[in-house]
């Protein structure tokens, strides 16, 4: 699958902004798909994860995002979602689209950055 991230930009602190991610392939579905972000000197971490189900989309969230970040996804789009909301200026990053299959443990799809800065 390839990733296409997209809708970074410059916001001030307590703004909004909203990322998409759209994926190649016939089978997005059966993807579980995550946000994460970079920051230099820093780990890449995970922000958010959403896999889909019968019964409902499963969601993570990271402690820092909680309650402010919100993850979708359009299978019908192969699209996925993140809105991100009361923003702080430690959710400056830049912000990569990420899928595994589920039988996977890792990630190994990557999309390209894109960076978000939050002004104070």
């Known amino acids: 699958v390839q990733l296409q991230a997209s809708g970074g930009g410059l916001v001030q602190a307590g703004g909004s902004l909203g990322l998409s991610c759209a994926a190649s392939?016939?089978?997005?579905?059966?993807?579980?798909m995550g946000w994460f972000r970079q920051t230099p000197g820093k780990e890449r971490a995970l922000v958010a994860s959403?896999?889909?189900?019968?019964?409902?989309?499963?969601?993570f969230y990271a402690d820092s995002v909680k309650g402010r970040f919100t993850i979708s996804r359009d299978n019908a789009k192969n699209t996925m979602y993140l809105q991100m909301n009361s923003l702080k200026p430690e959710d400056t990053a830049v912000y990569y689209c990420?899928?595994?299959?589920?039988?996977?443990?890792?990630?190994?799809?990557w999309g390209q950055g894109t960076q978000v800065t939050v002004s104070s």
């Open positions: 990420a899928a595994k299959r589920l039988i996977e443990s890792q990630y190994n799809y």
């Open positions: 959403i896999t889909w189900n019968w019964n409902g989309d499963s969601t």
């Open positions: 392939g016939r089978t997005f579905s059966s993807y579980t």
